[in-house]
T-cell receptor, first 114, second 114 residues
Framework: EAQVTQNPRYLITVTGKKLTVTCSQNMNHEYMSWYRQDPGLGLRQIYYSMNVEVTDKGDVPEGYKVSRKEKRNFPLILESPSPNQTSLYFC?????????????FGPGTRLTVL | AQTVTQSQPEMSVQEAETVTLSCTYDTSESNYYLFWYKQPPSRQMILVIR??????QNATENRFSVNFQKAAKSFSLKISDSQLGDTAMYFC???????????FGAGTTVTVRA
């Protein structure tokens, strides 16, 4: 089954404790992206990657890091989480042949930073 | 800056009736794609319908159709014969040629009443 998976689905942590949210896709997609969803703001892009070793900032990159060492994986790293990073996070991927290709979303990760 | 505005935070509709969700956007680009995504209580982001900006014909997917008015920068979604399973938050989004980011509206929560 073609899918985007994220782990963990739920995470409660404390300020300053480094964490990683994993994202993996099995569709051989070149393009991957991270979004955060906050009430009243919709989804906002954090980082995206056009291919292996190619990443770039989205609208709200502060406090986040990403890496793309393999085509299928695109982890999101919070080096020192803060309460304002409490949010619902989505990973998405698309074939990358065209910017117009449909993006497929993972199930979401609910992060709470205390 | 590209912006997407959904002016209706919440809407309620009786089962089997029709509801229309509004979306306006602001861009100086001429080549872009528009999308409606559905987010049910499971939080999964599901593509409902997509529209190419260069196409005059409005997109239709079963009970879902759009009214795309390019000059007015308007992209409304009509849900016909509403079903209980349509209860969800609906997001309008667009992506344009010079960017690989989906820009989302704040969302409209639709509740279908039995």
């Amino acid at each position: 089954e073609a899918q985007v998976t994220q782990n963990p689905r739920y995470l409660i942590t404390v300020t300053g404790k480094k964490l990683t949210v994993t994202c993996s896709q099995n569709m051989n997609h070149e393009y991957m992206s991270w979004y955060r969803q906050d009430p009243g703001l919709g989804l906002r892009q954090i980082y995206y990657s056009m291919n292996v070793e190619v990443t770039d900032k989205g609208d709200v990159p502060e406090g986040y890091k990403v890496s793309r060492k393999e085509k299928r994986n695109f982890p999101l790293i919070l080096e020192s989480p803060s309460p304002n990073q409490t949010s619902l996070y989505f990973c998405a991927s698309s074939s990358g042949d065209s910017y117009t290709d449909t993006q497929y979303f993972g199930p979401g990760t609910r992060l709470t930073v205390l | 800056a590209q912006t997407v505005t959904q002016s209706q935070p919440e809407m309620s509709v009786q089962e089997a009736e029709t509801v229309t969700l509004s979306c306006t956007y602001d861009t100086s680009e001429s080549n872009y794609y528009l999308f409606w995504y559905k987010q049910p209580p499971s939080r999964q982001m599901i593509l409902v319908i997509r529209q190419e900006a260069y196409k005059q014909q409005n997109a239709t997917e079963n009970r879902f159709s759009v009214n795309f008015q390019k000059a007015a920068k308007s992209f409304s979604l009509k849900i016909s014969d509403s079903q209980l399973g349509d209860t969800a938050m609906y997001f309008c989004a667009f992506i344009f040629a010079n960017d690989y980011k989906l820009s989302f509206g704040a969302g409209t929560t639709v509740t279908v009443r039995a």
